[in-house]
């Protein structure tokens, strides 16, 4: 049984320190919290978290489209509306979060 190949496999390792990243953004702000930072602070690095955040939801985006509804498209049919309808959702999700 072989693996799947996605749209930001060639980008993994990025992706993964980008996440990383954050993570450590993100234990930066729970730390700020325990210590009582000023809200102000707090917020500004949330903002920043979710800004990164964003931007590997954007990468990952741009990959499925360039990756996985191209191929579908190619293909043509039913797993091509599948896939564009993906795409659609994400993109709301990612418009309204």
Do not use: N, P
């Not at 450590?24 to 702000?29: E, L, N």
């Not at 955040?53 to 599948?82: K, P």
């Amino acid at each position: 049984m072989g693996t799947a190949t996605h749209g930001y496999t060639d980008d993994k390792a990025a992706y993964l320190t980008r996440l990383r990243r954050v993570e450590g953004q993100v234990r930066g702000i729970q730390r700020m919290v325990e210590e009582d930072a000023y809200c102000i602070d707090v917020l500004t690095q949330v903002a920043a978290a979710t800004r990164a955040l964003q931007g590997v939801a954007l990468g990952l985006l741009e990959d499925h489209l360039r990756h996985c509804v191209v191929d579908a498209g190619r293909s043509g049919g039913d797993e091509f509306d599948t896939k564009l309808a993906e795409a659609s959702a994400a993109i709301r999700r990612l418009v309204t979060s």
